[in-house]
């Protein structure tokens, strides 16, 4: 039974969230329609946190070792010592991980992903959550997480994955947004239609192994990958 990994919550609720003209422009087959859909619309009913976020929390307690909920451990000594940096907003993930003391937000376009203002190896943690498929060089976007982490240190991050086939590129392809789009800027532009390779993305990067962390398959997985030396 899906127990919520940020608050413990055992109980969900479930919304629909894709609309037909997404759908069409992703090409989604009715059955990965439906898990998108619990992706994103499935939610905890005490703290709110859809299975995507659930997941990513899941991946964040993996790599710290901690035994969880998140809520507790964002306050905990152990937290306590950890530089964390979230790369926009993880959703209702995102007033949980700022309780970390150590905690900093890069919100684009202030910051941007493929050259981040920070020093080289200073985060114990990277994160974020459904971003990299906006971003225009995924693969640079991924190498600059691992240059500002510490050697030991991990990033945990979601994309939305179509698991039955391989990752596309939508240059050439109309314009198509996740978020609503009526109020869609081309920063929420979807460059890449991440698939079952999105691992390879992240190997090519310098990572030297990612962990794909399950919840429920296929709509609850986040990856992480940890960066050795
Ligand atoms: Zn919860």
Redesign the pocket.
Known sequence: MLR?S??G?RDFTSAAVLWDGLATEWQLSPGERAYIDRQQGTA?K??A?NLRSIALADAILAATGAPGPLREFVTSPAAGGLKILEINEAGMLSPVLRQMPGHVLAVYPAVDIHDMPYETSIFDLVVHSDSLEHVARPVCALAECRRVLRPGGWLCFTIPTIVGRLTRSRAGLPKSYHGNPADSADDYVVQTEFGADMWTYVIEAGFDSVTINTVSFPDATALSARRNL
């Open positions: 919520c940020v608050c919550g905890c005490t703290c946190n």
